[in-house]
């Protein structure tokens, strides 16, 4: 298959177009990060620029297209929602009526957070009920998706993993921070299920060979707050957990509301796929191993 993976240069997209690459011939598209050394074909530009979506299909010629690009720092979409809007509504709406006029697939990655986290455990049939400007244009994404493109994937996501620049998921900050010796805080009353990226990566390109359709949330088996998160991963690494403060997200000062229990079935996802979802301690074993191999240099190194 000829696989686009926009979002290239981003967390989910880097592990998404290395894992894609195994057994398709991937394009992968970055906007403002350049990936000089990537083993893939790399395309750069701003999906945000006039016909830029139309051209980008017609010169890829895709058989699969996997949206990865958002803006996805919420802090980011607090301070400028209309660009959120563009960029996490708009997009998505244009990328599912080009790719279904053109016959490809789409599989479009969303999030958890279109819920509000205050009841959990929630299945595809709920309400969503988004509480800050990221949560409500990623829903307004999906919208347009299932509204364009019926046959669309549409996956709400969580995930922690190895990016390029090392800084972009919440494990990589853990890391950081704590192998420098720094205190963090880590809260205990957010709730959540996030899957290893290459993990959510090898399961999106499931999906998309068993040709599915439809909402589905891709998040793991195992959901916890993120201070036991954080605790878990510094044990795994040998770092000290008591850098680790208890606290509540009350108490962080971020702009953005958060969902305080973000906690998601995947049943869905497990009968279509027919296997379990991988935990969130394997998850943490297998992002031990990737460092071990030196993979966090290897995506450096591709920059
Ligand atoms: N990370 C999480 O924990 C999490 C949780 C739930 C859902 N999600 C969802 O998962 C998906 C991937 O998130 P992520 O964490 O991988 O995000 P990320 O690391 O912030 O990456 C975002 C990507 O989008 C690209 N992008 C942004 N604006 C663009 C534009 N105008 N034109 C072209 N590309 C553009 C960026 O390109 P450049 O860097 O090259 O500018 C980057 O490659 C998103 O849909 C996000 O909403 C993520």
Same mark, same amino acid.
């Given at each position: 298959?000829r696989?686009?993976v ?9 592990n998404?177009a290395?894992e ?9 598209l970055?906007?403002?990060?350049s ?21 980008l299909?017609d010169e890829t ?10 803006l996805? &720092? ?13 960029i ?9 009526r &080009?790719v279904?006029?053109g ?12 819920f509000d986290g205050?009841?959990?455990d ?6 969503p009920?988004?509480l800050s ?42 890391y950081? &921070?704590?192998s420098a ?17 290459n993990?959510l990566?090898q ?8 040709e ?22 510094a ?17 962080s ?9 973000l906690?998601?079935r &995947?049943?869905?996802l ?34």
């Open positions: 298959m696989v686009l926009t979002g290239a240069s981003g967390l989910l997209g880097i998404v290395l894609a690459r195994q057994d398709h011939t991937v394009i992968g970055v906007n403002t990060l990936l000089r050394k990537a083993p893939f074909e790399v395309l750069s530009g701003d999906l945000l620029t006039e016909g830029f979506v139309e051209r299909l010629q895709p058989d699969w297209v996997i949206h990865c690009a958002a996805a &720092n919420l802090e980011a979409c607090e301070s400028d929602p209309a660009l959120a809007a563009q996490n509504t708009e997009v998505p709406r244009k990328l599912a &080009n279904a006029r016959g490809a697939r789409l599989l479009h990655v969303s999030t958890d957070t279109v205050r009841r959990g929630y299945s595809e049939t709920d309400q009920n988004p400007v990221y949560a409500h244009t990623k829903l307004d994404g999906e919208r347009a998706v299932m509204e364009a493109d019926p046959d669309a994937i549409i996956t709400r996501v969580n995930l922690f993993g190895w990016s390029l620049t090392g800084k972009r998921s919440l494990a990589e900050w853990f950081n &921070n704590l010796g720094k205190p963090v805080m880590g809260f205990t009353d957010v709730f959540f299920c996030p899957l290893l990226a993990h990566a399961i999106l390109l499931e999906m998309l060979s068993l599915l359709s439809g909402l589905f949330h891709v998040v793991s088996s195992e959901c916890i707050p993120k201070y036991d998160f954080g605790v878990a991963l044990r795994k690494f040998g770092l000290d957990d008591r850098l680790i403060s208890p606290a509540s997200v009350a108490q000062g971020l702009k953005a509301a958060r969902s305080p229990n906690t998601l &995947n049943t869905k497990s009968q279509a796929l027919n296997r379990d979802i991988p935990g969130i301690s394997t998850g943490i074993e297998q992002f031990y191993t990737l460092y071990q191999q030196g993979f966090p240099q290897k995506l450096q190194e591709m920059l």
